[in-house]
């Protein structure tokens, strides 16, 4: 199954937001917007790093509230999307809306191996790779323009997901696969996104330069966790994504 950096960050990668704008702009808006929902003054900091250590910080993970927020530039004029939450990255309506107040296309994606965890051992991490597309012509308030998505609701059931507009660089034929995971894969998913510009999974298409913005929220200390904490707790093993079916 095909992660960005073999899952060494997830569940913080395991979905990433997209916005079809310059870093500068996307930064100035999300800043505006978060001055409006926190009612204070926004910090937003400027590195030139790899994603690697772009990513640390937003460090600690937070649960209740998303007080730390990671734009990275991509190429092709994209900017990527992160955040700090607890259970991995929330871009869907940070991107709708960011993508409405910009007029530009957005992309939201969600990358997760499927790993059921012995039984009486929680919480169980459910797979997924999904693809959402928003813009101008798109349908309802986050003016979609298509979804795709392959999700596990169990141990063994999945859910096929598919709306809005066929795209020309979709690959219709593996719909009509019997089991429904094998119907949209990370492999696929890459080249849909390849399609627009992006290589999600390529550690050297984000930065180096980025913004990590960060709302005067405070966060109790029991609702802070490191990285290492998280991915225990989820059961995340880093590079196991490789071996695994997607």
């Known amino acids: 199954m095909r992660t960005l950096l073999d899952e060494a960050f997830a569940p913080t990668t395991s979905a ?19 001055r409006g929902l926190h009612g204070g003054e926004v910090h937003a900091a400027t590195h030139s790093a790899p994603l690697s250590h772009l990513l640390t910080l937003l ?8 007080p730390r927020h990671l734009l990275a530039e991509g190429r092709a004029g994209w900017t990527a999307y992160f955040d700090c939450g607890l ?11 960011l ?5 530009c296309r957005g992309l939201s994606i969600v990358v997760a191996p499927h790993r059921p965890r012995p039984r009486g051992e929680a919480p169980e991490r459910y797979g997924a790779v999904q693809f959402e597309l928003v813009g101008p012509g798109g349908n309802g308030p986050l003016r979609v323009v298509r979804t795709i998505a392959v999700t596990a609701t169990g141990r ?10 066929l795209q020309p660089y979709e690959e219709t034929d593996q719909y009509r696969q019997r089991k ?13 996104c390849r399609a627009l510009g ?6 050297d298409w984000y930065g180096p330069r980025g913004v990590l ?14 990285l290492a904490e998280v991915q225990e707790y989820f059961g995340i093993v880093p590079g196991e994504a490789r071996a695994l079916a997607g």
């Open 16 to 34: 990433i937001g997209f916005l079809e704008a310059s870093l500068d702009d996307a930064a100035d808006s999300m800043a505006a917007w978060l």
């Open 156 to 165: 063994s059931t999945w859910d096929w997901t598919i709306d809005g507009g």
């Open 198 to 203: 992006i290589d999600p999974f390529a550690a």
């Open 87 to 97: 259970s991995g990255t929330d871009p869907t309506g940070t991107v709708g809306y």
């Open 59 to 66: 460090y600690p993970i937070t649960r209740r509230w998303r």
């Open 99 to 103: 993508s409405s107040l910009l007029e």
């Open 213 to 226: 913005l960060t709302a005067p929220e405070p966060v109790a200390a029991e609702d802070e966790f490191s």
């Open 180 to 192: 429904v995971r094998d119907r949209f894969t990370s492999e696929m998913l890459e080249r849909y």
